[in-house]
């Protein structure tokens, strides 16, 4: 059957960061972010709210770095047909990707390095006219640097190739942290800045060698200063003959080092022994090296003197090379000192960027950011000749480490960082008003979890669902409607946790139970301040009345700093304490774990899902042996049904759990445990009338619970572990939406769908046999237009999600899969179809919910 690609469309990609430091970066003709996410690139959109709009997959393991590929003297303009970035993975390979707008397609692969590559740079230089020159830089953990080289004649980046051009290999097996390339002033000749972890940055410049007629980058010159790992690295031009290169290292200090430029037409002016010319360019180079060596043990030795320091770092001799032009004819002598050292951070430092509109006479702008949960905007102050913080923000409470990378957007009216779990933070820069000086405002941006996402779930209004992921947080997504449209936003997190959670499922509209990987569930109510800001995001009618009365709920709730229980918070005034008091808790003495109360206008940023977002726990569920792995509920009765994990008959049994009244408040207690598998009950799914409950397990059987009076369930039917229709472990299992037929996916790629009232053991009709395991499966809400085929999502090991009809006369057929720049690249977890639909030109448009592996979770419409 002919497929249909314009069927299915991506409405909301949630995903964060990968833990890395050059994991993002903000460029390209069409001013474009992107980020490492998993084993893909994540693309944003150009405008606030910025979100996902696709990810494009290539590697084989996670993407460690990306970077758009740039150039400081050539504009990309109308002469390049595309937009070029590079991205680095742990499977030490280098990407360039090609496209535009929302297209990009892996243009080459380049293969060299033998580990993981950790950052990498890249570079246009305008070698001619009609010549351009596109240098790599590749870093790695075998403790090589690779450039890499392609030359594009007439400027046809579409048919030209990169070829490896050098390896500089570090000394002493060390491995480089930071890249950066650039011009020299006057002579324009390729730079390279490559920071160590042996706390020194080399000066390598692109020369020719006249002894085997080729161009290399050589060392000229090592600044020493820094205490500790070299993070990063950046240069700006102030003017015509000058260089500004910032340096950020581990030891909490920024350096700036000045490099100046002076043309000298006699060679009797030269002040240095080091002349770059002819054939000497190796041997003159290692000479410089050796000296370079023999002067950085005598500054080491100095520095170690402490009262000495300071006055030493700030009173070094300036550092000269020359190098011969033979294009102007001339000697182009260089000059390097240290300019300033900036201490503005209590922790490493990972990225110093300066303003990327910088032009000569621009007040000079840098930005850092740190491991301390800060963001500093760094300005020159001329009249003073300092360098002043004239802004910061970042992280306040929360247990969170700080950020691991940041970076302005090209019109540098946004700055956007990256932390440690993976969240991305926005701000705008507001310099309107000169009196107040520059001020950082929040923006609206969506990231996600930084892990492993394993379950979802729609409340049962299907107008918002929850996820669940191994990053031990549960996450609210909902809808924010503003300026006369709706997008999908992260609304909030109601649980995070010390286990990883492993399942998810709503008992009413705003309550809901998960379980982790301990031996209990809890239960979690939403407090009032939580409905009040839905309901100003989602204009959502139905809230009204739960706000009517509010009055008995809870504010809010904040974790203990020992525990583990979101504990529910009343009172909206903080108490007032004595300063002589001393705190007598470790609630009192760590202070960020309190709740504070924020009216929303717009999603929540990340410093406020942390803390203020929190769902109170109102039970705990005790009565497994072994760690939580499923649960469901019927939503009919408010009835809970919940299996561990277990490798023998007597763990593998669901227990129920009943909800009662007691004092006024409801409570669940066990009421009874079905048995019948033999090892872990993987999924498990009520009937949508909540007669039945199925359950799938890794005994490669499932069994069908039947209803027969109000709560209690009997065995009616099931298939064994010896059964010839599953050969491998069940994974997922769905009903239709009139409950007469049920589907069952396992890791043998089969898919069977079984009639619920028959007593026959087999299938409905052929069983569907695919390519990949079958991990997850979900039954749309309803028959597709012809109104008698039912529509059915596939989603696969490989990350791929397909769709097929199926009717119980012809069986399946297979209608759409989703394209590849919209999928998941890794193994689907859950697909979750929403039960309302709409219908638009004829067909019937449903929304469909997954999660994965790769750490994201999507929202798709399709019209069947």
Not at 66 to 78: A, G
Not at 772 to 794: E, W
Request: glycine letters at 4%; hydrophobic letters at 35%; proline letters at 3%.
């Amino acid at each position: 059957m002919t497929i249909k690609p314009n069927k299915v469309e991506s409405v909301y990609i949630s995903a964060g960061c990968n833990r890395c430091p050059k994991a993002l970066d903000w460029g390209g003709r069409q001013n474009q972010l992107i980020y490492a996410q998993s084993r893909s690139v994540a693309l944003l959109n150009d405008k606030e709210p910025f979100e996902i709009k696709c990810t494009f997959n290539k590697h084989t393991d996670r993407v460690n770095a990306v970077k758009w590929i740039t150039s400081n003297d050539f504009v990309q303009n109308e002469l390049l047909s595309t937009n070029e970035f590079v991205s680095v993975s742990k499977d030490k390979s280098v990407i360039v990707w090609q496209g535009a707008d929302y297209e990009y397609e892996p243009y080459q692969i380049l293969n060299g390095h033998t580990n993981s590559i950790s950052i990498a740079d890249a570079f246009y230089f305008d070698e001619s006219n009609k010549v351009l020159t596109t240098f790599i830089a590749s870093a790695s953990v075998d403790s090589t640097v690779r450039i890499w080289k392609r030359r594009s004649e007439n400027y046809d980046i579409k048919n030209s190739n990169f070829t490896q051009d050098q390896v500089i290999t570090s000394k002493m097996n060390g491995f480089a942290l930071a890249l950066k390339f650039y011009l020299l002033p006057i002579s324009n000749l390729p730079l390279l800045l490559i920071g160590f972890e042996n706390h020194k940055i080399e000066i390598h410049v692109r020369l020719h060698n006249e002894s085997d007629d080729t161009y290399k980058f050589f060392c000229l010159h090592t600044l020493i200063g820094h205490e500790d790992w070299i993070r990063d690295i950046d240069v700006c031009q102030p003017t015509a003959n000058q260089l500004l290169i910032a340096s950020s290292s581990q030891d909490n200090y920024i350096r700036l080092w000045k490099l100046d430029s002076n043309i000298l037409t006699k060679i009797e002016d030269v002040q240095t022994k080091l002349i770059i010319e002819g054939n000497s360019v190796e041997k003159e180079t290692q000479l410089n090296n050796e000296q370079k060596e023999e002067e950085e043990d005598d500054e080491e030795e100095v520095t170690k003197k402490k009262s000495e320091v300071m006055e030493e770092e700030l009173k070094l001799k300036s550092s000269l090379f020359t190098i011969h032009s033979k294009k102007l004819d001339n000697y182009v002598q260089y000059s390097i000192n240290l300019e300033s050292v900036l201490f503005g951070h209590e922790d490493w430092i990972y990225t110093v960027k300066f303003h990327p509109k910088m032009s000569y006479g621009q007040p000079l702008t840098l930005i850092s950011a740190s491991m301390d949960k800060t963001l500093v905007v760094w300005t020159y102050n001329e009249e003073n000749s300092v360098w002043i913080d004239v802004a910061r923000a970042g992280d306040i409470g929360g247990n969170t480490l700080g950020f691991y990378g940041a970076t302005f957007d090209p019109t540098a009216n946004y700055i956007i960082a990256h932390g440690y779990q993976g969240a991305l933070h926005l701000w705008k820069r507001n310099l309107d008003d000169a009196s107040k000086g520059e001020y950082l405002t929040p923006g609206v941006i969506n990231s996600g979890h930084f892990d492993l996402v394993e379950d979802i779930c729609w409340e049962p209004e299907q107008n918002y669902f929850l996820s669940v992921s191994k990053d031990q947080t549960t996450r609210f997504h909902g809808n924010w409607r503003h300026d006369n449209c709706s997008t999908w936003h992260e609304l909030g997190r109601p649980q995070i946790h010390g286990y990883d959670l492993q399942c998810v499922a709503f008992i009413d509209r705003f309550k809901f139970v998960s379980g982790a990987d301990e031996k209990l569930l809890r239960i979690f109510e939403s407090p009032k301040i939580f409905l009040k800001n839905y309901y100003n995001l989602s204009q959502d009618q139905s809230v009204i009345n739960l706000l009517d009365d509010s009055n008995i709920m809870p504010q809010g709730a904040s974790v203990p700093a020992l525990g583990l229980s979101n504990k529910a918070v009343f009172d909206e005034e903080k108490k007032v304490e004595s300063e002589d008091k001393k705190p007598s808790l470790a609630d009192e003495l760590y202070k960020e774990v309190y709740f504070n109360r924020v009216d929303l206008k717009k999603p929540p940023t990340e410093e406020h899902l942390l803390q203020n977002t929190l769902w109170p726990e109102t039970q705990k569920l005790y009565g497994h042996g072994y760690e939580i792995f499923s649960v469901a509920v019927d939503p009919n009765t408010k009835l809970i049904a919940s299996a561990c994990k277990a490798s023998k008959p007597e763990h593998a049994g669901i227990i129920l759990w009943q909800e009662q009244m007691i004092n006024n408040q409801t409570s669940f207690k066990q009421y009874a445990t079905l048995n019948g598998h033999e090892l872990t009950i993987v999924q498990m799914k009520f009937s949508n009338n909540g007669n039945y409950l199925l359950s799938v397990s890794r005994d490669r059987s499932w069994k069908l619970f039947e209803r027969k009076n109000e709560n209690n369930f009997e065995l009616k039917n099931g298939i064994n572990s010896k059964n010839p229709y599953h050969t491998r472990i069940i994974w997922s299992c769905d009903w239709s939406h009139d409950d007469k037929y049920f589907v069952t996916t396992s890791r043998d790629k089969r898919a069977c769908v079984w009639l619920c009232e028959s007593t026959e053991n087999r299938p409905v009709g052929s069983h569907l046999e695919m390519n990949d395991s079958i991990t997850a499966c979900a039954f749309a809400p309803a028959f597709c237009t012809d109104n008698k085929s039912y529509l059915i999502a596939f989603g696969l090991e490989s990350g791929n999600i397909e769709f097929y009809k199926w009717d119980p006369q012809n069986g399946f057929s297979k209608y759409l899969n989703i394209e590849n720049r919209f999928s998941h690249h890794m193994t689907v977890k859950r697909l979750s179809f929403r039960k309302i639909y709409q219908e638009k030109n004829s067909e019937k448009e449903f929304c469909l919910a997954s999660c994965s592996e790769d750490s994201s979770t999507r929202l798709y419409t399709i019209s069947a």
